[in-house]
């Protein structure tokens, strides 16, 4: 996988992606990334790359012709028009399938704004995906496409070793992680879960994946939906789901919980 960057601040995309996993499938050959600053590709005296948008308004506008410029240095080099992802709050929100899919590019492109937009024109020229990364608004394009670019590289066979792998099969599932416990066996007062120590395999799993289930149904339940959960689970779904109403009055149910969450009862 071959990552483009079109940005003004080249060295915030480079020190971030050449860190840690990143930087290790950087350095193994399975990833690059070049930063194209934009800036590079303003031929006037002053390399200025902004002007003040037509009809008014606050702020100034990245201009067409820079960002067109240091596209087409990119898509001459490689031969062919690559995917281009324009990043911002007004795309489309980005999730774990839109990573796979998008993992199985040789080269992406992704095109940072600042100021307050891009000229339309060279938008509707170049760009083929337009992505956010949720609904809030950040100064720039940089930290979206890290966050892509960081997700993405995880789908690339070979990025993660194979104990880093088992992380990904999780939310395949749609479900959220189960709790996990390191030494000492004992902190704060606090207890490892007495299964965790019985190295009893099958009981294991069945734990870790009860907690999965009951988790995503307490915090995320808008995951379930493309869970793939036995009748059994749907049931105890059901079950907690009653309990959780019964005791929706948030004061009645610290004090159930004595301030603490609730785990799955065994059956
Ligand atoms: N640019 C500014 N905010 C953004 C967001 N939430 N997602 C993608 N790009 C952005």
């Known amino acids: 996988m071959n990552f483009h960057v079109l940005t003004l601040f080249p060295e915030m995309i480079l020190q971030g992606m050449n860190t840690s996993i990143t930087g290790r499938a ?4 399975l990833l690059s990334i070049e930063a194209v ?3 590079d590709f303003a031929f006037n005296k002053h390399q200025k790359v902004d002007d003040y948008p037509y009809g008014g308004g606050a702020g100034m506008l990245m201009q067409a012709e820079p960002v067109y410029l240091a596209y087409r240095s990119i898509a001459e080099r490689i031969g062919r028009k690559p995917r281009v992802v324009f ?3 007004a795309g489309q929100v980005f999730h774990q399938d839109m990573a796979k899919e998008l993992a199985k590019e040789e080269d992406l492109v992704f095109l940072c704004g600042h100021y307050e937009g891009i000229d339309e024109r060279v938008l509707e020229e170049i760009v083929t995906d337009q992505v956010s ?3 809030y608004v950040l100064t720039g394009g940089e930290l979206p496409a890290m966050v892509m670019m960081d997700s993405i590289s995880r789908m690339v066979p070979g990025v993660l070793n194979n104990q880093e792998s088992g ?3 999780s939310f395949a599932g749609s479900l959220l992680e189960y709790p996990q416990y390191s030494r000492p066996e004992e902190w704060h007062g606090k207890k490892v879960p007495e299964v965790l120590l019985s190295g009893h395999h099958a009981n294991i799993e069945k734990w870790r994946r009860e907690q999965s289930v009951f988790r995503t149904a307490k915090w995320r339940p808008d995951l379930l939906k493309k869970a ?3 009748n059994k689970e749907w049931n105890a779904v059901r079950k907690w789901r009653k309990e959780w109403k ?3 009055d948030p004061a009645e149910q610290l004090k ?3 301030g603490t969450r609730k785990e799955p009862q065994e059956e």
């Open 37 to 39: 600053n934009i800036r």
């Open 167 to 169: 992380e990904t099969e």
């Open 228 to 230: 793939d959960l036995t």
């Open 133 to 135: 990364i949720g609904d």
């Open 87 to 89: 990043l911002t709050p």
């Open 246 to 248: 019964e005791t929706s």
């Open 26 to 29: 950087i350095a193994k050959g």
């Open 256 to 258: 159930q919980e004595g």
